[in-house]
């Protein structure tokens, strides 16, 4: 038996939780999410939790999707009620985000800015010209969009530049000077 499949979602005022089929449609105030639930679970809505059950013990693989869909459903829930956020900070001489309509300019050492589509779903905001928030109700994209932003300049080891999560510590080497001996 799943631990974390066995758990009820409870559902926060303002949420509505729609099965369809194979389909669950998560409304609340950030939004609308769909996820699409594999042959072998079952979700219930009961008054104001959700239950997922595996529809056969036996079937492995079903057992397998039980705890993932429980917790995929209860993210949206989280989603569309209180949404998701992914702080990024940017360190170097010189290196910048800026706002330009929904997307973003950095400046982080190329010869020129890189442009950075936002994703529909997703909202980006720059404070202080080094600090980036992603916010939105949708986790997997929230946490993608800051994993592409990051890849753009990933933090070095020796002067620790780049783009870094803000709860990200960076494990700085030694550089050539820390390896001589005075003489």
């Known amino acids: 038996m799943s631990r974390i499949g066995k758990q009820l979602i409870k559902i926060p005022q303002g949420v509505e939780v729609k099965v369809n089929g194979d389909t669950v449609t998560v409304k609340g ?13 079952a979700v219930h ?6 239950k997922v059950t595996s529809a056969d013990e036996t079937n492995r693989q079903a057992k397998a999707y039980w705890g993932l869909y429980r917790s995929l459903i ?58 980036i928030s992603i916010t939105g109700a949708n986790k997997d994209l929230v946490g993608l ?16 530049k780049g783009i870094k999560y803000t709860t990200e510590v960076v494990r700085r080497k030694a550089g050539k000077a820390a390896g001589k001996t005075a003489a």
């Open 29 to 41: 105030s950030k939004g609308e999410l769909t996820q699409t639930v594999r042959g072998g679970i």
């Open 45 to 50: 809505v009961e008054g104001s939790e959700v």
């Open 74 to 131: 209860a993210n949206m829930v989280k989603g569309v009620s209180e949404g998701f956020r992914k702080d990024l900070e940017i360190i170097g001489v010189g290196y910048r985000a800026a706002k330009k309509g929904n997307d973003l300019v950095i400046s982080v050492g190329y010869s020129n800015p890189v442009d950075f589509k936002a994703p529909v779903g997703v909202t980006l905001n720059v404070e202080e010209g080094n600090k």
């Open 145 to 160: 969009t800051a994993a592409k932003i990051r890849a753009i300049r990933k933090p070095e080891p020796y002067k620790g």
